[in-house]
């Protein structure tokens, strides 16, 4: 059994970044494709990107592609989403999940942590 927990959330003005962290506890995911994902208020759960077990193959949802940069740190056991040039459409809670696959649905994910919100001020 894998826990995840997400950090780095918090309040931004638009056109800033930040950096969410997934730090995994329980047992190593350095085998595990890590995804994350997005809800926003009274919106569906969308993918945001994901990354495979190496690190080498990212997959980003159109909606994130340039912005979203996802990496990680086996090492560390953790994984990363930086955001640059945030909106106010940014806004939603985020949160990483584990999978054996690397994929955009959330149906392939076994493991998901409790989120961390982002907000973004216009």
């Known amino acids: 059994q894998v826990q995840l927990a997400e950090s780095g959330g918090g309040l931004v003005q638009a056109g800033g970044s930040l950096r969410l962290s997934c730090a995994a506890s329980?047992?190593?995911?350095?085998?595990?494709?890590m995804g994350w994902f997005r809800q926003a208020p009274g919106k569906e759960r969308e993918f945001v990107g994901a990354?495979?077990?190496?690190?080498?193959?990212?997959y980003y949802a159109n909606s994130g592609k340039g912005r979203f940069t996802i990496s990680r740190d086996n090492a560390k056991n953790t994984v990363y989403l930086q955001i640059n040039s945030l909106t106010p459409e940014d806004t939603a809670v985020y949160y990483c999940?584990?999978?054996?696959?690397?994929?955009?649905?959330?149906?392939?994910?076994?493991?998901w942590g409790q989120g961390t919100q982002v907000t973004v001020s216009s």
């Open positions: 990354i495979n077990w190496s690190g080498r193959i990212t």
């Open positions: 999940a584990a999978s054996t696959v690397v994929s955009g649905s959330d149906l392939q994910y076994d493991y």
């Open positions: 329980g047992r190593t995911i350095s085998s595990n494709a």
